[in-house]
């Protein structure tokens, strides 16, 4: 079964996300493409070798991850590989791994040649909810994240849960907070709805070395799709709720700002934790960061006095952190080096009540 959701604006479709149960939903996507470059992870090459056996690629070039290669030197020598291959201006760059790789691939094809088109087959929760939606792009620069890039829409992102059989359960718990995060955000039914599950989420997470590994063509399968730790309506609604704040808000000038809660304190714990040799996981850290903006909505009185307690037992009972590693003056620093600093003050997204986010800028002796 396929379904579809629209990024659109200006009475136009600008990018489509389609979801269907299994891979082969893709072929029909891809047909009549002549020109078609696979980005992929190599953590999920099986998930390239499936597609490269039912569409016609030119070329697959496989990706190590991790935020350290996350850099313009690995942009370059995916253009060289375009240029190499004989790319042309039709080609479409099929990016197919977690946020890392659509990052990357979508910004050496928004500006290879000035601009080919690309696409997403996302293989984390944390990039079928967040990532891979929304057409941003872009690499780090001297350890601090996305500083380069562009916002271009991806042709289309494929949300399909087969590719998350072989996800670790600690990146699902990553993808769970992004998840979280955006229910929390728009809408507070699906956010209760989500905590029922809590339990068999955590039961599922906390057994997955047990779980039989009986997934199709998927090496080191951790799960089969109908028992994934997090229900693919769920999913769905994360990726509705996104794109409809994305076709009204493109290129972040107000309301996708919002997007971005707990991520100013999210970013600056990843900061640090990097210099520390720390290993803390980007959901990790934007699940921390709720809490602290929860928190900071408190003593800022935006929220009333319990929310952050709420939310903590909420999120805790998901097998979310929810307590910060470092003090506040150590994370600081880093914030004001944030793409959402503004000169004098940090911007925060805070919460008046769930589904009810406010932007506010803070001084810094406040
Ligand atoms: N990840 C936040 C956004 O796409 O705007």
């Known amino acids: 079964m396929t379904k579809e959701l629209n990024i659109s604006w200006d009475g136009k479709i600008q990018s489509r996300i389609v979801g269907a149960d299994t891979l082969s939903g893709i072929a029909g996507l891809l047909s009549g493409e002549q020109e078609i470059y696979v980005v992929f992870d190599k953590n999920v090459a099986w998930v390239s070798d499936q597609i490269v056996s039912r569409v016609p690629v030119r070329a697959a070039v496989g990706l190590e991850t991790s935020e350290a290669r996350k850099t313009m030197e690995t942009v370059l020598s995916l253009e060289r590989r375009l240029l190499e291959a004989g790319a042309s201006r039709g080609a479409l760059v099929l990016a197919v791994g977690g946020g890392i790789t659509t990052d990357l691939a ?21 990039a079928q909810v967040d990532a891979a939606i929304g057409g941003k792009t872009g690499v780090n620069l001297d350890g601090y994240k996305n500083m380069l890039g562009v916002i271009v829409q991806p042709q289309f992102t494929f949300l399909c849960p087969e590719v998350l059989s072989t996800l670790p359960p600690r990146e699902f718990r990553s993808g769970l907070a992004e998840l979280v995060k955006t229910l929390l955000l728009a809408d507070a039914e699906s956010y209760a709805a989500l905590l029922p599950s809590a339990k068999s989420a955590q039961n599922a997470l906390g057994e997955a070395k047990t ?60 900061h640090e934790a990097r210099l520390r040799g720390d290993d803390i996981t980007h959901g990790e850290a934007v699940s921390i960061g709720i809490i602290l903006a929860a928190e900071l909505s408190e003593k800022l009185g935006v929220a009333q006095n319990g929310l952050s307690a709420r939310l903590k037992a909420d999120f805790s009972a998901l097998g979310l952190p929810v307590d910060c ?29 769930i589904a009810r986010p406010r932007i506010v800028e803070v001084t810094d002796t406040e």
């Open 211 to 270: 779980v039989p590994t009986k997934c199709k063509n998927a090496p080191k399968c951790t799960w089969e799709a109908e028992t994934l730790p997090v229900r693919a309506e769920h999913i769905w609604r994360a990726a509705g709720i996104k794109a409809d704040i994305v076709s009204r808000d493109p290129y972040e000038k107000g309301e996708r700002m919002k997007l971005n809660l707990g991520h100013t304190f999210a970013h600056a714990i990843e």
């Open 325 to 353: 590693p470092y003090p506040a003056d150590v994370l600081r620093g880093a914030m004001h080096k944030d793409k959402k600093a503004t000169a004098r003050a940090l911007r925060f997204v805070l919460l008046e009540d």
């Open 106 to 126: 979508g910004f050496a094809a928004s500006i290879y040649k000035r601009g080919v088109r690309y696409a997403n087959v996302p293989t984390t929760l944390l």
